[in-house]
């Protein structure tokens, strides 16, 4: 069995990226359990996500893999 992943992220809810994430997943493992911490980081924010996910974890199970996505370079030159 699967361990539970717990995925944030900064994708927002408006467009598909989550739900391309949480498909890849699963198509992966379909047994996978995900929780949605959330999705509304602001964007580029690390610390926004560093403070949600410290804030959350205390809650999670035992062994769950994180999944946190914030990209403070989207959409730069970098």
Not at 50 to 76: I, K, N, S, W
């Amino acid at each position: 069995m699967s361990r539970p992943v717990a995925f944030l992220s900064d994708y927002g809810s408006v467009d598909e990226f989550v739900g391309v994430c949480k498909g890849v997943m699963l198509g992966r493992a379909p047994d996978l359990s995900i929780i949605d911490l959330t999705h509304e980081i602001p964007p580029h924010d690390i610390r926004a996500g560093a403070l949600t996910l410290v804030r959350a974890v205390q809650y999670l199970p035992e062994g769950v893999v994180v999944l946190a996505v914030v990209d403070p370079g989207v959409g730069t030159d970098r």
